[in-house]
């Protein structure tokens, strides 16, 4: 079944638009946090947001434990934005492995 | 501010040769974690470490799999005869244990290549 399903899966946008990633968790939340992997391969921590709403710049993620769903938001794009964002999820309780989504690769065109 | 930092950032290897990739969590944290990620897939967990023993691990971490606190600073993972499979980007990741499931910060990685 769905443990941590991402939505689209893929997205190009033109430089200076908004976008809205989602994440869909199979049970509660425990751990939700949000990567950016760049083209390079690093993994860039953006979020850790179990609940509620957080902002980083042009970034914000707001998590909704009850219905089990974290959406990502990127305001006015710019071309260092593209590569690929997992969200990723401790599914089980007792448990430290987190299980990551297969990712939407944005691709930010000049 | 603190971060995770593996060494290499890139190894190359023969089948069957071994290979002991490095990483140094942040320093006052207590629970370690090696994830990998085979290119193009998602990142996948491999073992979680605390307390210098494993405390949970995947299917992928078979007896193939070693982690190691060799000292107070680093943490390694080594591979004792690596397949053509094994070629992936290795994440080590650590977190500070002050929760009982908080964040997680991953290092750069380090992308082995099994020739």
């Known amino acids: 079944g769905i443990q941590v399903e991402q939505s689209p899966p893929d997205l190009i946008l033109q430089e200076g638009a908004n976008s809205t990633l989602r994440c869909n968790f199979s049970?509660?939340?425990?751990?939700l946090q949000w990567f950016h992997q760049n083209p390079w391969g690093q993994l860039i921590n953006l979020f850790y947001?179990?609940?509620g709403t957080k902002q980083n710049g042009r970034l914000s993620a707001t998590t909704v434990a009850t219905e089990r769903y974290s959406l990502l938001y990127i305001s006015s794009s710019q071309t260092t934005d593209s590569g690929v964002y997992f969200c990723?999820?401790?599914?089980?309780?007792?448990?430290?492995?987190?299980?990551f989504g297969k990712g939407t690769k944005l691709s930010v065109i000049p | 501010e603190p971060e995770v930092t593996q060494t290499p950032s890139h190894q190359v290897t023969q089948m069957g040769q071994e290979v002991i990739l490095r990483c140094v969590p942040i320093?006052?944290?207590?629970?370690f974690y090696w994830y990998r990620q085979i290119l193009g897939q998602k990142v996948e967990f491999l073992v979680s470490?605390?307390?210098?023993?494993?405390?949970?691990k995947s299917e992928i971490f078979d007896d193939q799999f070693s982690v190691e606190r060799p000292d107070g600073s680093n943490f390694t993972l080594k591979i004792r005869s690596t397949k053509l499979e094994d070629s992936a980007m290795y994440f080590c990741?650590?977190?500070?244990?002050?929760?009982?499931?908080?964040?997680?910060?991953f290092g750069p990685g380090t992308r082995l290549t099994v020739l």
């Open positions: 470490f605390y307390n210098n023993e494993i405390s949970e």
């Open positions: 990723a999820e401790v599914l089980w309780a007792g448990s430290y492995q987190l299980t």
């Open positions: 049970d509660s939340v425990n751990n």
């Open positions: 320093s006052n944290h207590l629970y």
């Open positions: 990741a650590s977190s500070s244990g002050a929760g009982f499931v908080d964040e997680q910060f």
């Open positions: 947001i179990p609940s």
